[in-house]
């Protein structure tokens, strides 16, 4: 879970701007990243009640490759039958 309460302190016109900016900055600690990419998904996720009011909190996957890139996706979710 990425915590992203410290973008609500931000404006209210760039608060999903700096919810992205704290996803990148939590993967490089975390991972110890070269270079962070966020998935679309992830983004779109971010962006779905608009730039004023991004998600408190977001549970991602992180993976890195042999180059030190760290890809940031959404966890697959599990299908209840």
Request: aromatic fraction near 4%.
């Given at each position: 879970?990425?915590?992203?309460?410290?973008?609500?302190?931000?404006?209210?016109?760039?608060?999903?701007?700096?919810?992205?900016?704290?996803?990148?900055?939590?993967?490089?600690?975390h991972?110890?990243?070269n270079?962070?990419?966020?998935?679309?998904?992830?983004?779109?996720?971010?962006?779905?009640?608009?730039?004023?009011?991004?998600?408190?909190?977001?549970?991602?996957?992180?993976?890195?490759?042999?180059?030190?890139?760290?890809?940031?996706?959404?966890?697959?979710t599990?299908?209840?039958?």
């Amino acid at each position: 879970m990425v915590p992203l309460r410290r973008a609500y302190e931000a404006p209210r016109y760039l608060r999903a701007k700096v919810a992205v900016r704290i996803i990148r900055e939590f993967t490089t600690r975390h991972m110890k990243a070269n270079e962070v990419k966020i998935d679309k998904e992830v983004n779109l996720l971010l962006w779905t009640r608009g730039i004023k009011r991004p998600p408190r909190r977001i549970k991602l996957e992180m993976e890195r490759d042999e180059d030190g890139v760290v890809t940031v996706r959404l966890p697959p979710t599990e299908e209840s039958s």
